[in-house]
């Protein structure tokens, strides 16, 4: 009972978060990926999904992989307030997954977007997803996000045309730490969610149970190295 009573303390306090609804993308090579929140239940598929990424430099996969992998345990481990995390996959397989946090009516925290299945926008797609999350469902006024490789920069703050908040530093920081903050302002997703957030609701009940158990990839596209059958 001391334990359980400790581990009360221990645990931040969570707000009930209003469920984000799953929905179906075709992309570019016509495979239909299924977006859906995830769940406790998930966390060994997702965490055996990352893993391997700590070691690879290429784009900053080893910076966002180990953030990432520590969110989703954090996550799991109730260690982190008011997080959730998003999964995209092809016939189950895991192609990409974004994390973020709700802080308050007012505020999202954006933390990391990992692509596996690259050169299909998979990361661009999850990303509008997260924020269409915050703004749309969770109904916060703005999200703050960061960059940690430049192919990031490029697709969040030079596409979406984010506001940068960095000259009002230490005001504005991400939790994240010292790197410049941008923001995604109400306004701005207005402005270009007709066009970055795409899919469609409601997605039929034979293809959203091709999501329900999730896989890891047996490869990482463009990432040598890394085959699990090999």
């Known amino acids: 009972m001391a334990i359980d009573e400790l581990e009360k303390k221990l645990r931040p306090p969570e707000v009930q978060l209003a469920p984000y ?10 495979e239909t990926m299924v977006v859906r929140e ?3 239940e998930d966390v060994p598929a997702l965490l055996g999904t990352v893993y391997p990424l700590i070691e690879v430099a290429k784009d900053y996969y ?12 954090s996550w799991y481990r109730y260690r982190i307030a008011n997080m959730f995390t998003l999964v995209g996959s ?12 709700h802080v308050d009516s007012h505020l999202g925290m ?27 469902f969770l109904k916060e006024d703005e999200v703050w996000i960061v960059a940690e490789s430049p192919i990031g920069f490029k ?3 030079i ?17 994240l730490g010292g790197v410049p903050t941008f923001v995604l302002t109400r306004k701005l997703w207005d402005a270009v969610k007709a066009v970055k957030n795409t899919g469609t609701r409601p997605v039929p009940p034979e293809v959203l149970k091709t999501a329900d158990k999730l896989k890891m990839p047996n490869e990482y596209v463009q990432l040598p190295g890394w085959k699990r059958n090999a």
């Open 159 to 175: 596409e979406y045309e984010l506001e940068d908040r960095s000259s009002q530093y230490p005001a504005v920081r991400h939790e």
């Open 21 to 30: 609804p799953s929905k179906v993308i075709t992309l570019a090579s016509g």
């Open 110 to 136: 954006s933390l990391h977007t990992l692509t596996i299945k690259r050169g299909l926008r998979v990361g661009a797609q999850l990303f509008a997803a997260k924020m269409e999350h915050h703004l749309e």
């Open 62 to 73: 080893d910076v966002v992989a180990c953030r990432m992998y520590n969110e989703i345990l």
């Open 38 to 40: 995830c769940r406790r």
């Open 155 to 157: 697709r969040w703050m």
């Open 90 to 101: 092809v016939n189950g397989e895991i192609a990409g997954i974004v994390t973020s946090r």
